[in-house]
């Protein structure tokens, strides 16, 4: 039989405004090895709320801004996932180079086949880019 972490119960507050009904299930499902590392998008002005809460199950975590201001993205899982993630500093997802993103798509435990194939989709564009780039410093 495997044993599993007890999961904090969460308070009156968090259960009234059910904002955290969604990070919960993935803390539960990351104590349950579901996952290494999870992604969830939250509304930034809910840190110091998200913040106690992982810290109360003693979680790894990261949290980064989101583009906007309004919202953060929080990481949580294996410390040695939530490392990687942190040397990608505060780069927005959608400006991650193929490489991180490839990396960060299968800490996640997304398909790796269309992990790869997603990866080499993004190096054809940022190849066709950078053609386009030399083009433009040929003319100029």
């Known amino acids: 039989m495997v044993s599993v972490a007890p ?11 059910n904002k955290f009904a969604v990070l919960n299930e993935q803390i539960y499902g990351y104590k349950h090895g579901i996952r290494p590392l ?14 106690a809460r992982l810290k109360r ?18 990481f949580l899982g294996d410390k040695a996932c939530v490392d990687v993630v942190k040397t990608f500093g505060d780069t927005p997802l959608g400006k991650l180079t193929p490489e991180k993103d490839f990396i960060l798509g299968v800490l996640l435990g997304y398909d790796k086949t269309k992990q790869c194939e997603r990866y080499l989709k993004l190096k054809d564009k940022e190849a066709q880019q950078a053609k386009g780039n030399q083009k433009l410093n040929l003319v100029a």
């Open 7 to 17: 999961i904090s119960p969460i308070t009156t507050q968090e259960y009234k405004n």
């Open 38 to 51: 999870v992604l969830q998008t939250m509304q930034m002005e809910d840190k110091d709320a998200i913040e």
């Open 57 to 74: 199950d003693d979680l790894n975590y990261h949290l980064q801004p989101a583009p906007g201001g309004k919202n953060l993205n929080v």
